[in-house]
């Protein structure tokens, strides 16, 4: 299938350009183009293999592990039109006629050219090994390359029904994809033939550290093996390797590397040696009148396959083509990146190891934090750095590796601020010239020279220069730039304050526009209000607030929802599901424990696990058996999965406590029972304390009562205890149970209705202000408290257990099992005691572990 995107012909004298490639580098040659008024001159017609216009395959990872597609398109196919460009998406150049200056498509296209440009890219590897192909042409079914968005939509889409996956390659291409497939819920293997994961970037201390932390996060390992076999059975059951062992699996991904894609060069009669042969203006060696640029040039001996060098090459490119620099040459890239890969910051640059005697090397290691830096330093000067899960000072070695800056004398300077710059001043200290943005190549000078073009704030230079819009590791140093480069003058970016970024309204402007308009689904808020319409990215966010305002009015979309919400359940890394049910104040019973047991029994749940917020966690449930685990328990859900109020923590109180001024264990209870399950922007802990020594830990939760005696409550918001700590601060005391229990339920609505997305209480309470809240809530001078008190009564009445889905499904396959996990479970069995079956056991059997108690 093809399209073709033109504007109507138009008679000038214009030259014509063709442009055989629309990815990343043919692409940014004609922006490039463009940029020096390419459009005066040229009349530019783009091929492209795929019907898309040009997205960052950097990101198809991203779009892997589930993320919108459209969110990785860097020119939508309106881009061609409104800058004049013939665009033929989906047809493959099969020969360039050098003599007649005419290239000939798949589809039957023939297009004279005067000047040619051709950015054919690279192609997936796959090496020699039995059982990949059905034949020449059709890879065995389960088999994958990664390399375009088509792989992608169809790996996500395979892996949507299989469990295990196993990636061919330990590069940075291999890790992607294993993350995504693992977040996907697939059990994942990454097999690299060498020792070392990313060798092309690390060394093999700092590649044993970064398996160790992929290994952490769920993804298996297995370095030296060399896959020799698919194995299938139809479709693919298994890879063997040369050491006679073997891994099961139903689908396999070949992220063995890269070739550079130069048939079209080999049939036009250009000389190609590993890519085709380049001069110093990135002009074919044989044909002055054709330029190649990307991973087929070959420059000096030399083939990039990373982004920044793709756009240097395209610079001089567009320099030399359209004469604004007819003495523009490229003379190769010194090679550094700075990537996120698996969830992890890595940057590298220059050499690895030390080569001559002479030599510095400088190196730290914290294997447990999942850290490594080193530098290899040559006659005063860097010419190689290695960072590995802290790059907070890859922007000075870069410029240092680049321009041969002076090193300080103590090197460990390099590695780590001793009382250094500030951001802003180390922004100011940076050469224009050094590259902020690999993924998009974006320099300090693009960055300052889009603030000083008039654009000033964060989001908008982002938007402008796509610089943070990659992997996203630099977005702290372009904030750091932008603020610099604004002198304090920085703009709020408007859409900073949007409920969510698809429409252009904050939080009580679209509150209103929902109820004057009577939108109760996601899609008719989409139709009525979105510009751009649908985004993916928004739907969570409009879903709770829906339900916020409409309560049982609410028109649930299940598309609107995703995993945890749609099973009411925690999915874990192996793809199995947390439960907890509902302990109210953390006070149960004996049938209640009994239940629980049985309940681990009959399923063969292989972890119990008492909570911080005095619940019991029911680890390793399967998808399939979430409904009948729901119904045995009894017990309503405990929301430990949701953006929603989930818990309130208790102490003993007065019952048994001697030092009791307040009956927090009922308060608890009671809290806890009233508004249970309610949504809000971000989760709710609670706690209440029956005295100031705050055993229940109420300072720091989201909303703490305590007891301070004579039956008066102290009633704490804005705490938090997690990542983030914070005392919360005291919004009131009250006297009577029945008062601290209202006070909790007005904050929360009004937390409920005027919270960001996402934003937790310990953000939202300085936010607003204490004594602003403690104007509204408590002295009510606005008269607002009325109306929240209602509309949280409101809300109370519409709530229905969600676990009550388990005997009537919404949909077939709510809890269908697509991922048939099998053995199970992934996850030990630890007892609490010496009885039972041991102290480090599997549901199926004793694990080869043994001895000390776990």
Known sequence: MSTTVSMANQSDERLELVVVGNGMAGARAVEEILARGGASRFRITMFGDEPYGNYNRIMLSHVLAGDDADEIFLNPLEWYTENDITLHAGVRVVRVDRFARKVFGDDGTTVGYDKLIIATGSRTFFPPMDGMWVDDRTLTPGVFGFRTLDDTTAMAEYAGEHRAAVVIGGGLLGLEAAYGLQRQGLE????????????????????????????????QVHTGKRTTAVRSHGTVSGVLFADGSAIDCDMVVVTAGIRPSVGLGVVSGLTVERAIVTDDQMRSVDDPDIYVVGECAQHRGEVYGLVAPLWEQATVLADHITGADPKAAYHGSRMATKLKVAGVDVASMGIKHPQRED?????????????????????????GATLLGDVGKVAFLTQSFDRGLPLPEERVELLFELAGPSGEQGAAEMDDSVQVCNC?????????????????????VMGATRAGKGCGACKALVRDIVEWAAGGDVEVDQSASWYVPSIPLEKPALMAAIRDR?????????????????????KMALASLLKVIWNGEYIDERDA???????????????????????????????????????????????????????IDLLGVRKQDLPAVWADLDMPSGYAYGKSFRTVKTCVGTDFCRFGLGDSTQLGVDIEQRYKGL????????????????CSEALVKDVGVVAVGEDRWEVYVGGAAGASVRKGDLLATVRGRDEALRLTGTFIQFYRENGRWLERSYDFVPRVGLEQLKALLVEDREGIVAGLNERMQAAIDAYRDPWLEGREPLTSGQFANSLPLIPLPQVPVRNGSSGGRGPFTSAHGTAEQSGTQT
């Open 518 to 538: 009577a939108l109760r689904s996601v899609s008719s808020v989409f139709a009525e209000l979105a510009p751009d319409g649908e985004d993916a990215g928004s």
């Open 188 to 219: 994942v293997h990454v097999v690299q033939s060498g020792p070392v994961l990313m060798n092309q970037q690390l060394d093999e201390e700092a590649g044993a550290i970064l398996r160790k932390v992929v290994e952490r996060i769920g993804i």
């Open 440 to 460: 998009n190549g974006v320099s300090k000078g693009d960055l300052v020279a889009c603030v000083r073009g008039g654009t000033k704030s964060v989001g908008g």
């Open 561 to 615: 929802r995703f995993i945890n919400d749609r099973v009411h359940a925690n999915i874990q890394r192996d793809g199995t599901f947390s439960v907890v049910p509902q302990v109210a104040g953390g006070v149960t019973s004996a049938a209640q424990l009994r239940r629980i047991a049985d309940v681990a029994d009959k399923y063969d749940i292989p972890m119990l696990k008492i909570t911080g917020g005095q619940r």
């Open 679 to 694: 949504d809000s922007p971000a989760k709710m802990k609670l706690a209440v304390a029956g005295c100031p020594r705050n």
């Open 359 to 383: 030599d510095e090397f400088v190196r730290f290691a914290e294997p447990k934090r999942g850290v490594y830096k080193s530098v290899v330093i040559r006659e005063g000067k860097l010419v």
